[in-house]
């Protein structure tokens, strides 16, 4: 365990949240559990015990909170190191209800940081006066593949053997590496956090596939995404999609790691030539999961605006085509009567508006002047 990281306040009482603490409790570490008091009900199971069962792969049993709270004041109270866990279209929230709890030297962990998170926390707390006193870090997703079974347990189905990482600013990647990979080994670093942003998985696999079976979720309400929803056409699409990605991955001078090889080295799928059979060969993972039952879920309404959006806006800014993510991001707004492209995660939300690609690239590390 690295010197000076015991006690870790999680912030976010959902699926990880729930698999994080009690893997990390269960490994060594103190954690608090936060949730906003608006969804209280997530924690109420554990909320007179502490204690989160936990299940499935890797350390098993009963792990004891030190703290489960709504009270982001006293969560936040000696905790050495802060790690939300929330959905893409939460993080601008989470990072304002930080501000007037943000102490000198204080570490936020984004776990994950989705399609550009440590960028969202960087602007925020750039406009309230304190980003100088707060170091930013991220993984591009989640550690796991987790569900809650009840109230009260989580099972873990897999452990990602390589999740990316990064800081903001790139800085100060090795610094905050060295902190926070006691708590998780699997972590490999990468130049910044566009590059751990557009190695999310989430783009590729998740809104294209809502979109293209949107009658059949909403007229069933029961629907498994990737045993169902991605059939050899749908995985055409996706594959198309994976290609716009590393189109913007080029541009910037990055790694292009494609959708087959993503899967099969994070752990999620078989090593496979064929996008389709990969999917259906991740037994135990991909295949057990059931939902979106309704077009509410997060696939559509997390990574169409935050993933799909934040890449097309990239798109644009560095000269890039992105046809389809334009088409599925057109699509997913029709769907949802909301325009996406105005409430989702556009460049001026990052604070990389006007930029060119090199400087976004240099702004990435060396983050804002103030």
């Not at 103190?30 to 989160?52: H, M, N, Q, R």
């Not at 204080?106 to 440590?118: K, Q």
């Not at 080994?185 to 294209?208: C, F, Q, R, Y």
């Not at 991001?329 to 769907?335: K, P």
Request: charged share 20%; glycine share 10%.
């Amino acid at each position: 365990m690295a010197t000076g990281v015991k006690k870790i306040t999680i912030l976010g009482g959902g699926n990880g949240g729930f698999a994080a603490a009690a893997d990390l409790i269960l490994r060594g570490f103190e954690v608090t559990l936060y949730e906003d008091p608006k969804f209280a009900s997530s924690i109420a199971g554990i909320k007179d015990t502490g204690i989160i069962n936990l299940e499935g792969v890797g350390p098993v049993g009963a792990a004891k909170l030190q703290k489960v709270t709504t009270d982001l004041a006293d969560a936040l109270a000696d905790a050495d190191l802060v790690m939300p866990i929330s959905p893409a279209f939460a993080q601008e929230a989470v990072a304002k209800s930080l501000v007037p709890h943000v102490r000198e030297g204080m570490i936020i962990f984004l776990v994950p940081g989705s399609c550009g998170g440590g960028l969202v926390y960087g602007k925020v707390f750039h406009e309230a006066g304190v980003f100088q006193k707060v170091k930013i870090c991220e993984v591009n997703t989640l550690p796991y593949a987790a569900r809650k079974i009840n109230e009260n347990t989580v099972k873990i189905l897999m452990r990602d053997p390589v999740i990316w990482f990064s800081a903001f600013p790139a800085k100060y990647n090795q610094e905050l590496f060295d902190v926070v990979k006691p708590l998780f080994d699997s972590i490999t670093m990468m130049k910044d956090v566009l590059e751990t942003a557009l190695n999310n998985g989430n783009i590729d696999s998740h809104p294209a596939p809502v979109v293209l079976n949107a009658g059949k979720i909403e007229y069933y309400h029961k629907h498994f995404h990737y045993k169902e929803g991605i059939t050899p056409s749908v995985a055409r699409v996706v594959w198309k999609v994976n290609e716009e990605r590393m189109a913007l991955c080029e541009a910037l001078g990055y790694e292009k790691i494609n959708i087959l090889d993503r899967l099969y080295i994070t752990g999620y799928c078989p090593k496979s030539d064929d996008l389709y059979s990969a999917y259906q060969g991740s037994i135990g993972i991909f295949m057990d999961i059931e939902g979106p039952n309704d077009l509410s879920g997060r696939y559509l309404t997390e990574d169409a605006p935050c993933s799909l959006v934040f890449c097309a806006n990239l798109g644009r800014a560095l000269g890039v085509k992105t046809p389809i993510m334009d088409s599925i991001a057109n699509l997913a707004s029709a769907l949802r009567n909301e325009d996406y492209w105005v409430t989702g995660r556009t460049l001026d939300k990052l604070g990389l508006d006007g930029m060119t690609g090199e400087q976004m690239k240099q702004f990435v590390m060396e983050g804002y002047q103030d």
